[in-house]
Nanobody
Framework: QVQLVESGGGLVQPGGSLRLSCKASGSFFSLNDMGWYRQAPGTQRELVATITSGGSTNYGDSVKGRFSVSMDNAKTTVFLQMNSLKHEDTAVYYC???????????WGQGTQVTVSV
């Protein structure tokens, strides 16, 4: 079993910053990619940012220039640095990963990010 455990969510004021982390654990050879999605109440889950094991990144249009995704050297932990946060960034942020070879997808439990005064 492979598990993803997120941390770093919380309450932040508009214009502030937060850093999310997600660590993969369990029995697996390697990961093809890791990333973040988010879902606000009444909306569909949307892409925030992804990064492949080779370092290629992809961002949702609404976060480009404000958020930055990175991965540790072991390629088992993904980080999301969120700057210049806005009210509309409020959502549950889910970590996602795909196993290498099988490309089976895995989801974390989610961490709440609330941007409010």
């Amino acid at each position: 079993q492979v598990q993803l455990v997120e941390s770093g969510g919380g309450l932040v004021q508009p214009g502030g910053s937060l850093r999310l982390s997600c660590k993969a654990s369990g029995s697996f050879f390697s990961l093809n990619d890791m990333g973040w999605y988010r879902q606000a109440p009444g909306t569909q889950r949307e892409l925030v940012a992804t990064i492949t094991s080779g370092g290629s990144t992809n961002y949702g249009d609404s976060v480009k220039g404000r958020f930055s995704v990175s991965m540790d050297n072991a390629k088992t932990t993904v980080f999301l640095q969120m700057n210049s946060l806005k009210h509309e960034d409020t959502a549950v942020y889910y970590c996602n990963a795909h196993l290498a070879i099988s490309y089976r997808g895995i989801w974390g439990q989610g961490t709440q990010v609330t941007v409010s005064v």
